[in-house]
């Protein structure tokens, strides 16, 4: 009797140790291999028959040194292929610019004025860069990124060029908020605030060029 009576007792523990087991909740499923941030989209440069040079974004700058002047704009950009040479550009562009987002500059290897740019490539790490000194640069900013190409500068220096821009725009300190302080005399040298979030009325019309 006392043998049955363990016997059933353990046969109890057994169906209720596997009722417990088939009701225990699964585990939290093991974490999804978290997503790598997606890489930057590159300014691209393309020159010759193959060769890729990549970047960082290009960069426009808008300075208005006058805030009842024209503002002054610069452009530039490098890549870099695989081996370590560079594509360079930089280019100043006349008032114009700023309404059409289109320009058609010289290539010169002298000090750039509106209207003129600069290339420059570097065959390797340790080489001095060697300038262009003749062509054109033709470029146009549309839907927050530049295209062009570069024409007629020696066998070096041709190339396509397309990718994302980052714009700033700086202003005399005049012309952001009433707190900032403006000049103390009309001789002291006009310090420019770069407006970071396009909120002066200079720098408003510019706020969509990178987007």
């Known amino acids: 009797m006392k043998a049955s009576l363990h016997l059933a007792c353990c046969a109890a523990a057994v169906a209720t140790a596997a009722a417990a087991g088939a009701g225990v909740a699964a585990g939290p499923a093991p974490a999804a291999q978290d997503e790598r941030p997606a890489l930057p989209d590159p300014f691209t440069v393309k020159v010759g028959a193959g060769q890729r040079f ?8 808008i300075k208005y040194p006058d805030a009842a002047g024209a503002p002054q704009v610069e452009l530039a950009f490098s890549a870099t292929d695989r081996s370590g040479r560079t594509w360079t550009a930089r280019a100043v562009a006349p008032p114009a610019f700023a309404r059409t987002r289109q320009l058609t500059a010289r290539i010169t290897d002298r000090p750039l004025r509106p209207g ?3 290339v420059q490539r570097r065959t390797a790490v340790a080489d001095d860069a060697v300038f262009a000194r003749t062509g054109s ?10 295209a062009g190409e570069a024409r007629g500068a020696g066998p070096m220096f041709p190339a396509k060029f397309e990718g994302p821009v980052v714009v700033s725009c700086a202003v005399p300190a005049s012309a ?7 000049p103390v005399s009309a001789d002291a040298p006009v310090a420019l605030v ?3 979030a396009f909120e002066s009325a200079l720098c408003q019309p510019y706020a969509a060029w990178a987007s």
């Open 54 to 61: 990549t970047g960082a974004a290009a960069r426009i700058d």
């Open 116 to 118: 003129d740019a600069s």
């Open 137 to 146: 640069l033709q470029l146009s900013l549309q839907s927050g990124r530049l």
């Open 176 to 182: 952001m908020a009433a707190s900032l302080p403006a």
């Open 194 to 196: 770069v407006d970071e």
